[in-house]
């Protein structure tokens, strides 16, 4: 490949991220990611860079607790995850405390990261996710009961949460400082409200007062990462201590490379041509096939066909047929019919994958917002609704 200058602010300095033991620098995260972070995708990021932090996908406390099947097949890592990083999410302190002592237990996990951003109905309508944040003191039960658990077994816990659930209930600040209060090593905000969803654009703004705020542990920067010197302009503008990569990795686990790259003041490698990518393409369906089966694998698979394809010459009636995709066999055929030296179009690495919906209606249990230190840990009966806009 041949190679791009990386921009002027290529070297900026920021130290490594401190996890327990481990030092990572550059201090770059993959973001969790429901159905996504999965062993096969994390060890296919790691491939192209090695040494940072790969998030398992959310997993919520009270199903580890008791055990299921769905959760056990989440929780494997790979043979060569030396680092294991796993979210959990819930809403109930001792559920989240029990939730650490079995992982600490059973040596799962190196560093557990705590949800406090997702606005799903599904999380947010028993008070979990985005929820959390808005009851103060159950926020602060849950990072502590978390905390202390993981200190008996050497599991550093981090926080990752969005700026609110809309405009007019903005609680990042105080969140920041309640996890930094309550022992977290380090804290991430994913720079819109859960009203905002993935639209419009992130409030990079957020992040610097954020980072103003919190005084004695990392803050972490989270949205609009599209490309390697996007990653350097956030650091450069928001003064934060690094960066959680969530969409901007779809079907381009090659954007792990250039981060590294960009950090390290070294060019970034322009984009692969087709034919690479549709390699790396048939790897990561090879190895999600591996970690389930054939044909749960290639269901689970097709979603990411489209972010593979995102930007290049390819055509819809060939993308339909991807998105169609039943076989490893068939996945081969189709990626032979294409041509290997195409390239992506213009701005085409910029092109937003995953979600790019928003605003959306946030679900909260009724009578959530009536007192906000109430320490009632949220059932699943009736629920409110607050408007997307």
């Not at 076989?327 to 994958?353: C, F, K, M, Y």
């Amino acid at each position: 490949m041949t190679a791009t200058d990386t921009p002027t602010n290529a070297t900026a300095i920021v130290p490594a991220l401190q996890l327990g033991e481990r030092s990572i620098w550059p201090p770059v995260v993959l973001a969790p990611m429901a159905g996504v972070t999965n062993a096969p995708f994390r060890s296919l990021c790691r491939k192209f860079g090695p040494g940072l932090v790969y998030v398992n996908e959310m997993i919520m406390a009270t199903g580890l607790v008791h055990g299921n099947r769905k959760t056990d097949t989440m929780l494997k890592f790979g043979p060569d995850e030396d680092f294991r990083s796993l979210q959990l999410y819930g809403s109930d302190p001792e559920m989240l405390g029990r939730a650490v002592h079995k992982l600490g237990q059973a040596n799962a996990v190196d560093h557990i990261d705590l949800n406090f951003g997702c606005p799903a109905p599904k999380v947010t309508r028993r008070g979990g996710g985005a929820a959390v944040p808005l009851k103060r003191q159950l926020l602060r039960a849950i990072v502590s009961s978390a905390v202390i658990a993981g200190k008996e077994y050497g599991i550093p816990v981090t926080c990752k949460f969005r700026m609110g659930i809309n405009d007019e209930l903005i609680t990042f600040i105080e969140t920041g400082l309640i996890c930094e209060e309550a022992g977290a090593v380090a804290v991430a905000l994913h720079a819109r409200t859960a009203q905002q969803h993935y639209a419009p654009s992130a409030h990079w703004e957020a992040i610097s007062q954020l980072k103003q705020a919190v005084k004695t542990i990392p803050v972490l920067g989270n949205g609009d990462i599209w490309e390697a010197s996007d990653a350097l302009r956030m650091v450069e503008q928001t003064g934060c201590d690094g960066v959680v990569i969530g969409r901007g990795c779809l079907g381009r686990p090659w954007l792990f490379r250039d981060l590294v790259d960009a950090f390290s003041g070294r060019p970034i490698s322009e984009t692969p041509k087709l034919g690479e990518v549709l390699s790396v393409m048939l790897e990561h369906a090879e190895g999600l096939c591996g970690h389930l089966d054939e044909d749960r694998g290639m269901r689970d698979f097709r979603k990411h066909t489209s972010w593979y394809l995102t930007g290049y010459p390819v055509g819809g009636e060939m993308r339909r047929k991807f998105a169609e995709v039943k076989s490893l066999a068939e996945l081969r055929a189709l990626a032979a019919q294409l041509d290997a030296n195409a390239r992506i179009v213009d701005g085409g690495e910029r092109i937003a994958r995953g979600h790019t919906n928003g605003p959306i209606k946030v679900i909260l249990p009724e009578g959530y917002l009536d007192d906000r230190d109430d320490m009632t840990v949220p059932d699943d009966g009736d629920v409110m609704r607050l408007s997307g806009g």
